[in-house]
């Protein structure tokens, strides 16, 4: 289930129906595949929901690819 999609705030619910390809393309430009893939590795077991913050800027943090 994907609640909000258009909103600020978007909250993936992994139901079956929605899958981790569903994260990156609410992410965009953000994640790129290969965070998916690391994010995906680290948390596919255990997460149940993934939310997601558009129009966040974290200005404490280095970014790296």
Same mark, same amino acid.
Do not use: C
């Given at each position: 289930m ?6 600020? &705030?978007?909250? %993936?619910?992994?139901?079956?129906? #929605?899958?981790?390809?569903? !994260? ?11 965070? &998916?893939?690391? %994010?995906?590795?680290a948390l596919e #077991?255990?997460?149940?929901? !993934? ?15």
């Amino acid at each position: 289930m994907i609640d909000g999609e258009k909103e600020i &705030l978007v909250i %993936l619910t992994f139901d079956g129906q #929605t899958k981790w390809p569903d !994260v990156l393309r609410l992410s965009q430009p953000q994640l790129d595949s290969k965070g &998916l893939d690391r %994010l995906q590795k680290a948390l596919e #077991t255990t997460v149940k929901s !993934v939310v997601i913050e558009r129009h966040y800027i974290d200005k404490d943090v280095t970014f790296w690819r």
